[in-house]
């Protein structure tokens, strides 16, 4: 079976403050990519990042940073000194290599940063 | 340039009736894909389309459910026989095509479907 878990409902917290959210997914396929999206208050869902599961190397991208560890089935998401913007709802996603683009998505963690 | 836009943005209908929807891919994405978004629940697979064929349909909850794409642009989920419980907001996100970076996907604002 394929699945991912935020575990995390809802996140909140103080400007300038990091935060990491969680992901752990279950797949039995050997190759697979797993994906951040961001979906702002009223807003489209924006992509943030695609991983092959090949590569275990962190990312980062300004105050964005991802965690991949396959040992764990984790992909977490830390956000460095976080502002107001960053307010919204984060989804994790799988996709299996093989024979389908079929996304599975977690039921995503809203993230509040208050100023 | 334009993104992915869906039609209605919202809509309201009654149990038992048929409900069309309506994505509008960027354009020259060959690849386009339906979820469904309940309340406090993820998003739902419900069908991709590579052109205008779907290679998988496996999402879709029940045969009330179909769609379609016709000249690898717009598509149409068509929802037969509402009930209550297919209230949601369906969302429509369009990719280049299906080939590393180019999977992107990017997504529309959605329909937000009322089922009275």
């Known amino acids: 079976a394929q699945k991912v878990t935020q575990a995390q409902t809802e996140i909140s917290v103080v400007e300038k403050e990091d935060v990491t959210l969680d992901c752990v997914y279950e797949?039995?396929?050997?190759?697979?990519?797993l994906f951040w999206y961001k979906q702002p208050p009223s807003g489209e869902l924006v992509f943030l990042i695609r991983?092959?599961?090949?590569?275990?190397q962190n990312e980062i991208s300004g105050r964005y940073s991802w965690n991949f560890q396959k040992s764990t089935s984790s992909f977490n998401f830390t956000i460095t000194a976080s502002q107001v913007v960053d307010s919204a709802v984060y989804f994790c996603?799988?996709?299996?290599?093989?024979?389908?683009?079929?996304?599975?998505f977690g039921t995503g963690t809203r993230l509040k940063v208050l100023a | 340039g334009a993104g992915v836009s869906q039609s209605p943005s919202n809509k309201v209908t009654e149990k038992g009736k048929d409900v069309e929807l309506r994505c509008d891919p960027i354009?020259?994405?060959?690849?386009l894909y339906w979820y469904r978004q309940s309340l406090g629940q993820g998003l739902e697979f419900l069908i991709y389309?590579?052109?205008?064929?779907?290679?998988?349909k496996s999402g879709l909850p029940s045969d009330r459910f179909s769609a379609e794409r016709t000249g690898g642009s717009v598509s149409t989920l068509t929802i037969q026989r509402t009930q209550q419980e297919d209230s949601a907001v369906y969302l429509c996100?369009?990719?280049?095509?299906?080939?590393?970076?180019?999977?992107?996907?990017?997504f529309g604002p959605g329909t937000r479907l009322l089922v009275l």
């Open positions: 996100a369009s990719s280049l095509d299906l080939q590393g970076a180019r999977e992107t996907q990017y």
């Open positions: 991983r092959n599961s090949f590569d275990e």
């Open positions: 996603a799988l996709r299996p290599t093989s024979g389908t683009y079929k996304y599975i």
């Open positions: 354009s020259g994405h060959t690849a």
């Open positions: 797949t039995r396929d050997t190759t697979y990519y």
């Open positions: 389309f590579q052109g205008n064929s779907a290679p998988d």
